[in-house]
């Protein structure tokens, strides 16, 4: 579905492929043969035939827009840049404690009020219906599947600040513009807690053409064990009712799922324990994907809770070792998240995201075999000039010899 062939022989240059994707890939990748500018001067490229296709259909970021929002025209020049290294998914986290981001037309006050602060206290924001589609189009223009998530029963402080009836005490909360995480939950035993879940993944379904909805289910410290599991299994099933396939942070793998739900790997082993029930994982290591974890000890920017990762630790790992009984059968790819506690700009997501995502980009298309940190550094210095000419803000890590 995302394979090609390029040949580039003195008397033509051809792509060909199954599908559109590989030809956009395809072009990608020919795209990266000649300089990243328009020239004049007459351009010479070795004759090669490349066959290629991709290891892992799941090839992503997720950025984190609730924590500090992103209006859509600092999301576009990302999709653009992440395109050009065959990314094809872009994770929206479009809810937490901080702020609600996307307009739910049958709970208004959600965007309109949940989403007016944001980490810091600042103005935050939200994405009209409108908006969110614009980005959805944008982006499948370059073949990246936006999936959006609503973080629940944990990180719902923008939501239950929102509606006095949405929490057990029938109390509206203050809205929130800290860092902690886990103070928060929805009221797992009442009704309109359900009706929200419905009204609200029914709107984004009819908003997404991509068969996933992702639920968060992450840190649900605030909800009791039990009334954790009762609830991720009412919502896979609201999930599926609107036609979706859940997908969640993988301590969803705790209750019973769907073998079409998919947990995501993030810092425990809970994503096992999807795999031993039939369900596939995406993996996104704390220790190795989390691109809001700082480079170094002198990164101003970011966190470092999992430790600090520069560019070859971002780039040296295997996703089906992160997972006891990962395969490349249950392993549906790669992802890296971008949280944003500390991320302000387009500018700081850059600084954080390239030239990590590069090397993450690579790990979900190319196979394992010869992956050798010497050899990738070289290839990724020919990049800075790129990335510069993309008026790209990325780190000029200092283990790159940057041509
Ligand atoms: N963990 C939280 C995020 C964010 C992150 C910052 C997950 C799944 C720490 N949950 O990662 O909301 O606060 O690095």
Known sequence: AEGYVLTIAPEAICIHANRPAGIFYGAQTLLQLVPPTPTRE???????????VPRFEWRGMMLD???HFFKVADVKPLIDNLAR????????????????????KSWERLAKHGGSTEVGGGAGGYYSQAEYSELVAYAAQQYITIIPEIDVPGHTNAALASYAELNADETARDLYTGTEVGFSSLSIHQAITYKFLDDVIGELAALTPAPYIHIGGDEARSTAHDAYLYLIERVQEIVRAHGKRMIGWEEIAQAKLLPTSIAQHWCADFAAQAIRQGARVIVSPSTRAYLDMKYDAATKLGLDWAGLIDVEKAYMWEPTAEVQGATDENVLGVEAPLWTETIETLDDIEYMTFPRIIGIAEIGWSPQVNRSWDEYRQRLAAHGARLKAFDVNFFAAPQVPWE
């Open 85 to 104: 290294y065959k990314i094809n998914r872009l994770h929206l986290h479009l809810s937490d404690d901080q702020g609600w981001r996307i307009e739910i």
């Open 42 to 52: 007459p351009i010479a490229i070795r004759a090669a035939t490349i066959r290629d």
């Open 65 to 67: 827009v609730a924590r």
